[in-house]
C-alpha cells in the first residue's frame, strides 16, 4: 500500500508498506517492531524520521494470528464501528500492537495479561491516583513475566514483575469461570485489552458481551 507523508518541512513523500504484514514470511518485522524500527520512515527532504499509525492487518499463520491494527486515531470509531471482521483480533495502536505480537511470541494467554495488567492498573492507581498509567508487557522468563509502567513520573517508567505462579493461577482460574464478569469486561467485540475497564466515557459498554 502507497501512503503520502505530509512533513513539518512543507514537503510530502510517498511511503510503501505491506497492508498485511506476514510474520511467519517475514519474521524480520517482529525484531523491527520490538526495536521500534517498524514502518518508520525518513523524510528524504530534511531527514526527519515519521513513526506513522496507518491501518494495518498483521498475520501471523503459525500462531493461528490476524490482528487487526487500528491507529489510536480511530478509537473512538472501534467502539461505534458496526460490522467487525470475522476470526479476527483488534488493537488499537502500534504500542498495542507490539505488546500483543510480544505476548503471543513468549506462548503466552493474552487474557490473563491484561487480567495482571488490570491488577497493576488498580494497584498503581491507589499509590497514585489522578494519574494515567500505561501499562504493557514488556518481556517473561521462568521467575515471571515483566510490565512497564509508564505516566507515573515524566520520562521515566517503573517496572513491576509478576511470578510466574500468580499468571499460571491466573490461567487456571480463566479456564474454570471463563465468564466471570472480570474476563468479560476486558473484551469488547474483536478487542481484548484492560483499556476497556477503564472507559467512563463508555456507559454500558463493560456489559456489551452475552
Ligand atoms: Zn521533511
Known sequence: MKQK???????????EFPEEPDLDAEPSFIDEMMDGSFMNFTCPACGKLHKPEFPITVLWPSKKLRLEVLPELDRGLFYRRQENPEDTETVIGFPEMIERIAIIRDGLEPLAVEVLKYFL????????????????YDNSSAVGLEFHI?????????????????????CTDYRTHPRAELYRGLRVKTYLSVQNTIRPDLPGQFKTEN
Open 121 to 136: 492498573l488498580l494497584k498503581a492507581d491507589e499509590s497514585y491516583p489522578g494519574r494515567e498509567p500505561v501499562i504493557r
Open 5 to 15: 507523508i505530509p512533513c513539518f518541512c512543507d514537503k510530502s513523500f510517498f511511503v
Open 150 to 170: 509508564s505516566g507515573i513520573r515524566q520520562d521515566e517508567y517503573g517496572i513491576s514483575r509478576i511470578p510466574m505462579e500468580v499468571y499460571e493461577k491466573t
